[in-house]
């Protein structure tokens, strides 16, 4: 069975920094890897994903990601948070299991960006 | 509207009582998710539709939950004889194409309680 894992609850950044939020997967095989954002009272947004190629991937917002197979990480970056980053952020994992490709989420991490 | 639409936002039942959540897809979307989301924990698969085909269910808790999609476009989500732990919010997804390596748009979600 796949699985999707932020070990983190809660990240919380000065504005201006770099943050981090991390995620880690488990695949049977290659894997489409996405970041979702939450804003309150909103839907989840795409950020951005990995399908193959080059392992950093570009997303809205300034937001990165890279991806590692060696490591199974597929780690959220940003250069200079803003307080407006604040959010739930959600990285979920779709591979081949069982003959389909099941959609799998992390649990979510808050991210605080303080002024 | 131009994104996902669920209805209704929130819904209180009865337990034993019967619930259909409705959701309207993004026009032109083939693929539709259907997931539960419990409080503090990440989307968790239900259900899938390719147009208005079921291609995977194995994400429905029991045999109280039903899902359809007869004309590949609104979908409804039908759980009989609601029970306490059925309480969550549901969200819905759609995709414009079928291809595991394409991102969803989300609704913004039924938050269901039972009492």
């Known amino acids: 069975a796949q699985s999707v894992a932020q070990p983190e609850d809660q990240v919380n950044v000065a504005e201006g920094n770099p943050l981090t939020v991390k995620c880690t997967y488990s695949?049977?095989?290659?894997?489409?890897l996405f970041w979702y954002v939450q804003y309150p009272n909103r839907g989840l947004q795409f950020l951005l994903k990995?399908?193959?190629?080059?392992?950093l991937v570009k997303g809205s917002y300034g937001f990165e990601a890279e991806f590692n197979k060696s490591q199974t990480s597929f780690h959220l970056k940003k250069p200079s948070a803003l307080v407006s980053d604040s959010a739930l952020y959600f990285c979920?994992?779709?591979?081949?299991?069982?003959?389909?490709?099941?959609?799998?989420f992390g649990r979510g991490t808050s991210l605080i960006v303080h002024p | 509207g131009a994104g996902v639409s669920q209805s209704p936002r929130y819904k209180v039942a009865k337990r034993g009582q019967d619930v259909a959540l409705r959701c309207d897809p993004i026009?032109?979307?083939?693929?539709l998710f259907w997931y539960q989301q419990a409080l503090g924990q990440g989307p968790e698969f239900l259900t899938y539709?390719?147009?208005?085909?079921?291609?995977?269910k194995s994400g429905l808790p029991s045999d109280r939950f039903f899902a359809e999609r007869p004309e590949g476009s609104v979908s409804t989500l039908k759980i009989q004889r609601t029970q306490q732990e059925d309480s969550a919010v549901y969200l819905c997804?759609?995709?414009?194409?079928?291809?595991?390596?394409?991102?969803?748009?989300f609704g913004q979600g039924t938050r269901l309680t039972v009492v």
């Open positions: 997804a759609s995709s414009l194409e079928w291809t595991a390596n394409t991102e969803a748009f």
């Open positions: 695949v049977s095989g290659n894997p489409y």
């Open positions: 990995y399908i193959t190629g080059d392992n």
């Open positions: 979920a994992v779709r591979a081949l299991s069982g003959g389909s490709y099941i959609p799998t």
């Open positions: 026009s032109g979307h083939v693929s």
């Open positions: 539709f390719q147009n208005e085909a079921q291609l995977d």
